[in-house]
């Protein structure tokens, strides 16, 4: 029996028409113009539909994603309105706190506040888990707590502030002779004004304290991970368990649970600028517009140069979902083999957690996939991938003369601001196609 | 000025405009190049170079006219010369057809822009299940028979539950349109 022209257009619609439906589809549609206009309207109306549900998709996701001009804006004049209305607050609680301070003189503040743009902070204050209003003076021995999302203590007499991560507990100890304070757990970064003369502040981890003049830096309380990277000024690490010390300048860092205390260099924070070579690159601080085009290399064989590869490449860098999608268009030229690898240099930003690289063949529409969970960031990092590691949805590799269509490359997820850089893309054991096929 | 670069850099005159008009545009082209072409991932391709064949031919286009149509023009060179190239591989329509199909196809896009907005509205008429089961499966992406699993459903049941809400979209749609042309 002949399929129904709605059947034909449902498998159409699936991509799943066999080659006798192509041409009974087509010699239907050419020869009956209502049908044909029930095509085009089917057609449109998955199109929409699929804008829509992608758009939808997009608003739920769109604040921990990339912000568009507008939303960034809008963000903006949300910020200056909780600040409008947190500066009073915040006034009138240290002016609170002071009164308290005035009738309670046993317990000190210690002249740092809560400025996290979350209304309410977890403190532990005398044994006492508590929520206290941003605004709030911190006392002698209060144990600041951050859960999923990090916060802010400020010293606003200098401009010194501290960046909590998420899941990170510092006590506050004193300001009196110099700040003290001590993380427990997790990590924070600083940025320290000049401290007055002989009143260094004292920053204590478990193992080691830091003594800081007035810096950039960043201190991180995981063992066996635990480590200072200092990004500008000077901070001097002692330990306490052997007495050793050091003075750790811009750009490097010191691992505090290693025998000897080692400086390393600090791999640049800022990625390189965009180079003509960088073949696909994308920085999420520029609010991205579809479509945002770039050109590049995607070399093969560079043993060999121009054995394949040799027609125009074309990347596109758009939105996807909660993705970002960075692809690049290969003529059909290069066919695999089961030796054939991809070499990826990329540079992920903290934020980044997977890399997905798709391989398109010729013939065969879904994609091959390989997902890597980047083990460092904010460097480069080198990536092999043999192609017979590549999985279809079946979990089978691509067959082994399969023909090179496109590779993508998809970050995720998008909590901009975060950039993604792809250097040379190296293709390897990869030949000509032949002239008969 | 656009030129023949592969690097337009995001600071070139007449950029801003470019994105601008591309990105109001977006989805009647994709509505289009879809008309054309059998697959999602055939419709990004030749919306990639569609995009970039669209930049590079920028300095050519008079403000005072209008870019869908400029757009289209292109977008259907591009739909069929990747169509000839995906023909050595598979079966596909044929040429005259595609041409035939593109021409009414451009002569819609009004049509398909109401379709959209009429859209908006019959999906608040689905009820919640079923509009969170249709937008679920059409985000781009998605792999309907992921969803078929997630509810349970076979492949083949999920796609047929799909044709009818479709069916039922479209005419609403129809509907609307015809109160819309009343009033």
């Not at chain 1, 206009?37 to 998709?57: G, K, V, Y």
């Not at chain 1, 085009?293 to 125009?312: D, F, H, I, K, M």
């Not at chain 1, 980047?374 to 999985?391: G, I, N, Q």
């Amino acid at each position: 029996m002949n399929p129904s022209i709605d059947e034909l257009t449902e498998h159409y619609l699936r991509g799943e028409l066999t080659d006798a439906e192509v041409v009974a589809l087509e010699e239907r549609l050419s020869a009956n113009d209502a049908e044909r206009s029930q095509f085009r309207r089917a057609m449109r109306l998955e199109a929409n539909l699929r804008a829509h549900a992608t758009e939808q998709q997009s608003e739920v996701t769109v604040w921990s994603g990339v912000r568009t001009q507008e939303e960034a804006t809008l963000a903006e004049s949300l910020r200056a309105l909780l600040w409008r209305w947190w500066t009073p607050l915040a006034t009138a609680l240290v002016v609170i706190g002071t009164v308290a301070w005035l009738m309670w003189p046993h317990t000190y503040e210690t002249g740092f506040i809560l400025a996290s743009a979350d209304a309410a902070v977890k403190v532990e204050r005398a044994g006492v888990a508590m929520m206290l209003p941003v605004g709030t003076m911190l006392r002698e021995g209060d144990v600041i707590i951050t859960g999923g999302a990090g916060i802010v203590a400020s010293y606003p007499v200098e401009e010194t502030r501290l960046e909590l991560d998420p899941h990170t507990r510092l006590e506050v100890l004193t300001h009196r002779d110099g700040k003290r304070l001590r993380l427990l757990a997790g990590s924070l970064s600083a940025e320290v004004s000049p401290q007055p003369e002989g009143r260094p502040m004292r920053l204590f981890s478990p193992g080691a304290e830091a003594v800081v003049l007035g810096t950039r830096f960043t201190l991180s309380a995981d063992a066996p991970r635990s480590e200072l990277a200092v990004h500008k000024g000077a901070v001097r690490v002692n330990r306490t368990a052997t007495e050793d010390s050091i003075v750790v300048s811009a750009a490097e860092k010191v691992m505090l649970g290693a025998k000897s205390l080692e400086l390393e260099s600090l791999p640049p924070l800022v990625p390189p600028r965009w180079r003509d070579e960088h073949t696909l690159a994308l920085d999420f601080e520029t609010p991205v517009t579809w479509p945002v085009l770039r050109g590049g290399r995607v070399v093969a064989n560079p043993q060999e140069p121009g054995s394949c590869l040799t027609g125009e490449l074309v990347e596109v860098v758009r939105r996807k979902g909660d993705k970002l999608v960075l692809a690049t268009s290969l003529r059909p030229q290069c066919v695999l083999s089961a030796a054939s690898q991809l070499k990826l240099r990329y540079w992920a930003a903290s934020g980044i957690e997977s890399i997905e690289v798709f391989l398109y063949v010729v013939g065969v529409e879904r994609a091959f996939k390989a997902e890597l969970k980047p083990e460092a960031h904010d460097r480069w990092m080198e990536w092999t991938l043999s192609f017979v590691s590549l999985k279809s949805a079946t979990g089978a590799p691509p067959s082994s003369d399969a023909t090179l269509r496109s590779i993508s490359i998809h970050t995720s997820p998008v909590s901009g601001p975060l950039a993604f850089y792809v250097d040379d893309v190296v293709l390897e054991h990869v030949s000509p196609l032949p002239l008969s096929r | 000025m656009p030129s023949d670069s592969l690097h337009p850099e995001s600071d070139a005159p007449g950029y801003e405009l470019f994105v601008g008009l591309l990105t109001r545009h977006e989805a009647a082209l994709r509505r289009f190049a879809r008309t054309l072409l059998p697959e999602w991932g055939d419709v990004d391709e030749v919306m990639q170079r569609s995009a970039l064949a669209a930049w590079r031919k920028f300095g050519q286009f008079d403000p005072a006219t209008d870019f869908l149509k400029w757009a289209l023009v292109i977008a259907r060179y591009e739909a069929l010369a990747y169509r000839r190239a995906m023909g050595r591989d598979r079966l596909v329509f044929s040429d005259a057809f595609l041409e035939k199909l593109a021409e009414e196809a451009e002569a819609e896009t009004e049509v398909a822009h109401r379709e959209e907005r009429a859209l908006e509205h019959c999906l608040k008429k689905l009820s919640p299940e079923r509009r969170e089961l249709v937008l679920k499966a059409y985000v781009d992406g998605t792999d309907q028979r992921d969803v078929a699993a997630a509810i349970g459903k076979t492949p083949a049941a999920f796609y047929m539950l799909l044709a009818r809400i479709r069916r039922d979209l479209g005419d609403c749609i129809e509907r609307t349109l015809k109160q819309e042309a009343l009033t």
